[in-house]
């Protein structure tokens, strides 16, 4: 086993009176009770995941700060939610471990974003905003600045026009030669009938008479 004693890098270094005006700071822009009291941890080595004494080196680092805390992993992200007792714990916690190197890995820290609950009866979603709702179909009183859009120009395919007029009636054309993963594609044209004449109405089909049946 690997051993983890060594996987911390020391905070001794770290300048506290920094770490103090930073934090005092961090109060001064926004109330200590709006910070979240969780944070979420990332980029956490998988060690920590399958290893109980790198777990327990990963824990250790936090409890120093807070002996209530708590834990909760989320293996496939490397991620884990560390829960701590109050706001100024994990306002702490943030500035001191954020980038600081746990078991091979440079952690981040995360504030978990904070959801201020609506004073509202109705508990259901609500609607967008109809800010720029319009229908489909064009208006009875168009929005301000609506034009309309001229209509484009046909696009005519010469080139289908043109195989198209060299297929000749009773002949056999290959539109599609055969590969290996597909069979080709061959368009036969019917001759015309007799007497068939272009441009001329040709004669609907008589119905077939019905035989006449007998009586029993």
């Known amino acids: 086993m690997s051993n983890h004693s060594d996987s911390i890098e020391s905070m001794d ?42 777990q327990s080196t990963f824990e250790n680092v936090f409890r120093e700060l807070d002996k209530d805390v708590s834990f909760i992993y989320l293996k496939n992200f490397r991620r884990a939610r560390v829960q701590f007792s109050s706001s100024e714990s994990s306002s702490i916690a943030r500035i001191r471990y954020d980038g600081v190197t746990i078991c091979g890995q440079s952690i981040r820290c995360y504030f978990i974003q904070h959801i201020r609950p609506q004073n509202t009866d109705n508990t259901h979603l609500q609607p967008p905003a109809p800010q720029r709702m319009f229908l489909i179909s064009p208006p009875a009183s168009p929005p301000v600045g609506w034009e309309p859009v001229p209509e484009a120009e046909p696009v005519i395919n010469y080139d289908l026009l043109h195989a198209i007029a060299k297929l000749n009636p009773g002949n056999t054309h290959e539109v599609h030669p055969p590969t290996v993963a597909a069979p080709a594609i061959v368009v036969h044209l019917c001759e015309d009938p007799e007497g068939y004449e272009p441009g001329k109405i040709r004669q609907m089909i008589k119905q077939t008479k019905r035989p006449d049946g007998g009586t029993s």
Do not use: K, R, Y
């Open 13 to 54: 270094d770290i300048d506290m009176d920094l770490l103090c005006d930073e934090l005092e700071n961090l109060t001064e822009m926004v109330d200590v009770e709006d910070v979240p009291s969780a944070l979420i941890i990332t980029n956490i080595d998988i060690s920590v995941f399958e290893d109980t004494v790198a």
